[in-house]
């Protein structure tokens, strides 16, 4: 299981003439970063909100906005009349609409109805607390359904470079064994003298340096222990993927330094393609 990091949730209470709607918008962040926008009468309630929100976000860059609004009853709040032609005045000055036009518009934003009394009571601190956490909720649930998407991607993505790692292992030693009888062959058209023994020392140092296996044993370690920590049941692993996708690249260049050879070369390259894209994906993880 994996969740992603970008997702939107929403939740309304609707009761007595009164509508509050909160909405939550997340994108990548390496920390949890929360911008809190509220009604003024609200943020008394602030720094329980936050609370809530990082136990149930983790991570991300969160933007909360919280809108009141009045839509009937005795209880209805006036308008604030000195902030509506504010807003209409500021807004004019960037679209030049007509009034009626900007209305609308205008009745949404903050402070735009005037409360005799900006005390909370205990209800309407549960009722705002309460549609936080669906709002939340709903943030996360949308994590998880952008998370199978994720996670389906980077497991293709593996797969990938597991094939090419397939074809670079059939090679490898082959390549070795072409090259070391090319060599004999070269110094046998050269008719020279050489001490066999002294040869055989100078080729086994020199292929030394072609030799791949322990890069590819490693590889196969990090892509077996990155599936296996995609798989497990957590919902925050984005950074210690994005650790193993590291020692991953690390592996594939060592790999494509010691290649000397076009097709190990182009399998190389394949699987560089498929790394860079996991760690594209990764940085959405949470």
């Known amino acids: 299981m994996i969740l992603s990091m970008t997702g939107y949730g929403e939740a309304e209470f609707n009761e007595q003439g009164r509508k509050l709607r909160v909405e939550i918008k997340s994108l990548n962040s390496k920390s949890f970063d929360?911008?809190?926008?509220?009604?003024?009468?609200?943020?008394?309630?602030?720094?329980?909100?936050?609370?809530?929100?990082?136990?149930?976000?983790?991570?991300?860059?969160?933007?909360?906005n919280v809108f009141e609004e009045w839509v009937a009853g005795q209880d209805a709040a006036p308008i604030n009349k000195t902030v509506v032609a504010h807003y209409v005045q500021e807004l004019k000055a960037i679209f030049p609409l007509t009034d009626e036009a900007l209305l609308t518009t205008v009745m949404r934003m903050?402070?735009?109805?005037?409360?005799?009394?900006?005390?909370?009571?205990?209800?309407?601190?549960?009722v705002f607390l309460s549609t936080l956490k669906k709002a939340s909720q709903a943030l996360v649930n949308y994590r998880q359904q952008e998370g199978i998407s994720l996670g389906?991607?980077?497991?293709?993505?593996?797969?990938?470079?597991?094939?090419?790692?397939?074809?670079?292992?059939?090679q490898a030693d082959m390549r070795i064994a072409t090259r070391k009888q090319k060599l004999h062959e070269q110094?046998?058209?050269?008719?020279l003298?050489?001490?066999?023994?002294?040869?055989?020392?100078?080729?086994?140092?020199?292929?030394?340096?072609?030799?791949?296996?322990?890069?590819?044993?490693?590889?196969?370690?990090?892509?077996?222990?990155?599936?296996?920590?995609?798989?497990?049941?957590?919902a925050i692993k984005g950074k210690k993927l994005g650790f193993i996708a590291q020692e991953m690249g690390r592996e594939i260049n060592?790999?494509?330094?010691?290649?000397?050879?076009?097709?190990?070369?182009?399998?190389?390259?394949?699987?560089?393609?498929?790394?860079?894209?996991?760690?594209?994906?990764?940085?959405?993880?949470?």
């Open 34 to 64: 929360l911008n809190f926008r509220t009604p003024p009468r609200y943020r008394v309630l602030e720094l329980t909100a936050r609370k809530q929100l990082t136990a149930l976000l983790y991570r991300g860059k969160c933007e909360v």
């Open 110 to 126: 903050p402070n735009v109805f005037a409360s005799g009394d900006d005390i909370i009571s205990d209800e309407e601190q549960k």
């Open 187 to 191: 110094l046998r058209q050269l008719t």
């Open 254 to 286: 060592t790999i494509g330094s010691k290649a000397n050879d076009s097709d190990l070369q182009k399998s190389v390259v394949s699987m560089k393609d498929a790394l860079e894209r996991i760690k594209e994906q990764v940085l959405n993880a949470l």
């Open 193 to 234: 003298n050489y001490d066999q023994d002294r040869l055989e020392q100078e080729l086994i140092y020199y292929l030394d340096k072609w030799d791949i296996n322990e890069e590819l044993v490693r590889l196969r370690h990090h892509l077996d222990y990155f599936q296996t920590n995609l798989d497990e049941n957590t």
């Open 152 to 170: 389906q991607d980077l497991t293709n993505q593996l797969e990938q470079i597991k094939a090419q790692l397939k074809k670079i292992a059939a």
